[in-house]
């Protein structure tokens, strides 16, 4: 069986798509497949997806939906649903992964947890400057030559340390939750079902949260790697973020959460109550 399957979600984003993949590409740890969850793309990214095909140990599966307006949690649920493997990796289309990035969710995996990853956001001039050489030679991870490209210090560089033991420390002492984070996350593909998936009842604004506490309410808990697990995240416009989705779906998780529920019925399988 493969060892794990990293979804990648995605929409018309297909030069920030090919920084991902180029990163994935580079991973240290090789038998996973790619799966491109893709909310209704051009056929750019299907021309993307194509070039990066035979790079990869396994095929890249290119799951995709017609554009109906923003529909993340329905083709994640059908991207799980076609993973071959039983241990699924989670991130987007705008976070390039660093080279010890599978490594290090499988070598953290744990039965009744999911992980928890973190990210380093970068500015748009930062953005568009990584190229496929400062991917595969790790200088988009360099701290040193990401101020020389004009970055400010500050101490969140410290996301980027390659120090396993200042990292497992960070881990430990950081005052941000264990959350279930669609940039960087994993978990078993049975925990997943256990709770019928993403909720499509939901649009943007959390929806990767919500999931995450129906699991813990099952009984799944969180475990922090956010030092660990790192990916750069790429600038770009959230257009469909709105004030009403957001409005909706926290009235969804409040009610989720007060009331511990675990399964939902718009999930990966509609037929059940």
Same mark, same amino acid.
């Given at each position: 069986?493969?060892? +794990?399957?990293?979804?990648?979600?995605?929409?018309?984003?297909?030069?920030?798509?090919?920084?991902?993949?180029?990163?994935?590409?580079?991973?240290?740890?090789?038998?996973?497949?790619?799966?491109?969850?893709?909310?209704? @793309?051009?056929?750019?990214?299907?021309?993307?997806?194509?070039?990066?095909?035979?790079?990869?140990?396994?095929?890249?599966? $290119?799951?995709?939906?017609?554009?109906?307006?923003?529909?993340?949690?329905?083709?994640?649920?059908?991207?799980?649903?076609?993973? =071959?493997?039983?241990?699924? #990796?989670?991130?987007?289309?705008?976070?390039?992964?660093?080279?010890?990035?599978? +490594?290090?969710?499988?070598? &953290?995996?744990?039965?009744?947890? !999911?992980?928890?990853?973190?990210?380093? =956001?970068?500015d748009d001039k930062l953005s568009n400057s990584i190229s496929k050489v400062?991917?595969?030679?790790?200088?988009?991870?360099? #701290?040193?030559?990401?101020?020389?490209?004009?970055?400010? /210090?500050?101490?969140?560089?410290?996301?980027?340390? $390659?120090?396993? !033991?200042?990292?497992s420390f960070m881990n430990w002492i950081t005052p941000t939750k264990k959350?279930?984070?669609?940039?960087?996350?994993?978990?078993?593909?049975?925990?997943?079902?256990?709770?019928?998936?993403?909720?499509?009842?939901?649009?943007?604004?959390?929806?990767?949260?919500? #999931?995450?506490?129906?699991?813990?309410?099952?009984?799944? =808990?969180?475990?922090?790697?956010?030092? @660990?697990?790192?990916?750069?995240?790429?600038? $770009?416009?959230?257009? /469909?973020?709105?004030?009403?989705?957001?409005?909706? &779906?926290?009235?969804?998780?409040? /009610?989720n959460k007060k009331n511990k529920i675990t399964f939902i019925s718009n999930?990966? /399988?509609?037929?059940?109550?």
């Open positions: 069986m493969i060892k +794990a399957s990293v979804i990648i979600t995605t929409y018309n984003s297909e030069v920030w798509l090919e920084k991902v993949l180029w990163g994935f590409t580079n991973q240290t740890f090789k038998d996973f497949e790619i799966i491109v969850a893709d909310d209704g @793309s051009n056929s750019k990214t299907k021309e993307k997806i194509i070039f990066f095909s035979d790079k990869f140990l396994h095929p890249i599966q $290119h799951i995709w939906q017609k554009d109906e307006g923003f529909r993340k949690c329905s083709i994640l649920n059908k991207a799980i649903l076609n993973s =071959k493997s039983e241990y699924i #990796i989670f991130t987007d289309g705008d976070c390039i992964p660093r080279k010890d990035f599978v +490594a290090t969710h499988l070598k &953290n995996k744990t039965e009744n947890y !999911f992980l928890s990853g973190g990210y380093f =956001k970068l400062e991917i595969l030679n790790g200088n988009a991870f360099n #701290i040193k030559w990401l101020l020389n490209k004009g970055l400010q /210090y500050s101490f969140k560089l410290s996301k980027l340390t $390659h120090n396993s !033991f200042f990292a959350t279930f984070n669609g940039h960087n996350t994993s978990c078993f593909k049975s925990d997943l079902l256990k709770v019928n998936g993403f909720n499509e009842d939901m649009s943007y604004g959390g929806l990767d949260r919500e #999931i995450g506490e129906r699991m813990m309410n099952s009984g799944v =808990k969180g475990k922090q790697i956010r030092y @660990s697990a790192i990916c750069l995240h790429l600038n $770009h416009d959230r257009k /469909y973020a709105t004030s009403e989705t957001w409005l909706k &779906n926290n009235e969804i998780r409040n /009610y999930g990966i /399988y509609k037929s059940k109550v």
